[in-house]
Nanobody, 123 residues
Framework: VQLQAFGGGLVQAGGSLRLSCAAS????????MGWFRQAPGKEREFVAT????????YYADSVKGRFTLSRDNAKNTVYLQMNSLKPEDTAVYYC?????????????????WGQGTQVTVSS
């Protein structure tokens, strides 16, 4: 099982990035997918999650209205569109997969993790 996150980079405040996470999961559509992030010296925190069908999404309050999570089950990929980026969004972003298709906010609920992609927002 492999989750590969990419699309990170350096962007100025107010800019946009789109992260992708490609999953080599059998029955990808049966997994809930989530994004978490970890800034230096801080604990990993929840960003967004989407249910197996894409019909249910949850966002952290800090990103609500700026980030949009979607999935394409035909391509085994989830996307995190990040707009109006702020310096406080700087972190390593991780995608994760949860069996059962649920869309949980707790990191312990997830079974597989990607390697992370760095997002740096300059002021």
């Amino acid at each position: 099982v492999q989750l590969q996150a990419f699309g990170g980079g350096l962007v100025q405040a107010g800019g946009s990035l789109r992260l992708s996470c490609a999953a080599s999961l059998r029955a990808f559509s049966s997994y809930g997918m989530g994004w978490f992030r970890q800034a230096p010296g801080k604990e990993r925190e929840f960003v967004a999650t989407v249910s197996w069908s894409g019909g249910i999404t949850y966002y952290a309050d800090s990103v609500k209205g700026r980030f949009t999570l979607s999935r394409d089950n035909a391509k085994n990929t989830v996307y995190l569109q990040m707009n109006s980026l702020k310096p406080e969004d700087t972190a390593v972003y991780y995608c994760a997969a949860q069996r059962g298709g649920w869309s949980s906010k707790g990191s312990k609920e997830y079974d597989y993790w990607g390697q992370g992609t760095q997002v740096t927002v300059s002021s």
